[in-house]
């Protein structure tokens, strides 16, 4: 039987330990407070962007997406079949579609070549999922939904960074 690997390990090397402490004193640890606007005015920053929301979680990052971008009942979205299940519920939360496409061996990213046979007349997004660190194929990925008209919603929960 193979060695317990953990998915991930707390890293306390810095202030952290006095962050959290003084997080927990302010009694802002969900929500709002100082060092959710601070995340977010630094992830802003370091991505060129006005604005950045922090959400609890992927999930609700996603779901808020297809809101905003308008995707309802009856709509159709392209998603990895090799992904978190957060990617395809999104959609159903949204009482869309969600379409299962393949993924490319190599990175185990949606795989371009899919993405003509699911499109349809209903096809409003497409979902690419950054697994596992490796990012998506994504000037394709631009250039197909660009001239279909559909939306790219990114999905980089496991492989942000700064470019």
């Known amino acids: 039987m193979p060695e317990w690997i953990p998915i991930a390990?707390?890293?306390f090397r810095g202030n952290e330990k006095k962050y959290l402490l003084d997080t927990v004193e302010s009694g802002w640890i969900s929500s709002i407070g100082y060092y959710i606007e601070q995340f977010e005015k630094t992830f802003a920053s370091m991505h060129g962007v006005k604005h950045a929301?922090?959400?609890h979680n992927g999930?609700?990052?996603l779901h808020l997406a297809l809101v905003a971008a308008g995707i309802s009942e009856g709509d159709?979205?392209?998603v990895p079949d090799l992904t978190f299940i957060a990617t395809a519920n999104c959609v159903r939360?949204?009482?869309a579609i969600p379409v299962l496409v393949d993924v490319d061996p190599n990175d185990w990213n949606i795989s371009v070549e899919s993405l003509e046979a699911a499109r349809t007349p209903k096809t409003k997004a497409i979902i690419p999922v950054h697994l596992y660190g490796n990012p998506a194929m994504m000037d394709s990925i631009m250039a197909w939904s660009q001239s279909h008209g559909v939306l790219v919603?990114?999905?980089c929960a496991e492989a942000l960074?700064?470019?």
Request: glycine residues 0%; hydrophobic residues 35%; charged residues 15%.
């Open 93 to 95: 939360y949204c009482h």
């Open 161 to 163: 960074c700064n470019h």
């Open 76 to 78: 159709e979205v392209i």
């Open 53 to 55: 929301i922090a959400t």
């Open 9 to 11: 390990q707390p890293s």
């Open 59 to 61: 999930t609700i990052a």
């Open 153 to 155: 919603i990114e999905d």
